[in-house]
């Protein structure tokens, strides 16, 4: 059996609330601001039940039709169905699943780019975090006011961490970038070319004694 999905894992943990139709879950994953977190779509949801109904982890309950609505069909965790819930969310928590950003690409090779186009593309980037982050923050409040538990927004807050952090970077590098203070012209000093030579010598590859 293949790991659980993102939206799997999102599905599952709506089905331990109660049983539901493919339709409901979708409208509930995107009322409660999951699509946050995980692009979801009403195909990602239809297809992630019928492979965990194939693979015995959700199962039928029931099919209902309302006026001239298609027939829906509602389904249940089963048990196997929270075994495996419970170990991927515990992996998920605990252990690392490495992510590529591909802002960091950008970081690593911008030095090829004028000065002033990196800080435009900073700024641009710093702007839509701000909005992110107020957005997040807004709806942060207003359901801690409705009084929703805080276990059920510790992704909210984390977010919210990751979002204030980025800005305070990115904050601290434009100040720099727009006043001088980070070198953007000089070639890299020899002293470091150096240095690099200097620490081959002190570790040298492995003799070949084949």
């Known amino acids: ?3 659980l999905s993102a939206v799997a894992v999102l599905v599952l943990g709506l089905l331990h609330e109660q049983p539901m139709h493919p339709y409901q879950l979708h409208q509930t994953l995107v009322e409660r601001g999951d699509t946050r977190i995980v692009r979801v779509n009403p195909g990602a949801v239809y297809h992630g039940v ?3 109904e194939r693979d015995g982890l ?3 309950v029931g099919t209902d039709r309302t006026g001239k609505r298609p027939e829906r069909t509602t389904y249940r965790i089963t048990a196997a169905g929270r075994t495996e819930f419970a170990a991927r969310l515990t992996s998920l928590l605990g252990d690392e699943h490495p992510a590529y950003p591909l802002f960091s690409v950008g970081l690593a090779e911008a030095n ?3 000065a002033d186009e990196v800080v435009a593309q900073l700024v641009r980037r710093r702007d839509r975090k701000v909005a992110h982050r107020d957005r997040l923050a807004t ?3 207003s359901l801690s006011r409705l009084g929703l538990p805080r276990r059920y927004l510790l992704d909210v807050e984390h977010d919210l961490a990751t979002l204030r952090a980025e800005i305070d970077w990115l904050d601290h590098t434009l100040t720099e970038l727009q006043s001088g203070a980070l070198d953007w ?3 890299i000093p020899d002293s470091f070319h150096e240095a690099k030579r200097s620490l081959r ?3 040298p590859p492995p003799k070949d004694i084949s």
């Open 1 to 3: 059996m293949a790991e």
């Open 50 to 52: 019928e492979r965990l």
């Open 58 to 60: 959700v199962e039928v």
């Open 112 to 114: 090829e780019l004028p």
């Open 139 to 141: 709806s942060y409040d």
């Open 185 to 187: 012209t000089s070639p």
């Open 201 to 203: 010598a002190l570790d």
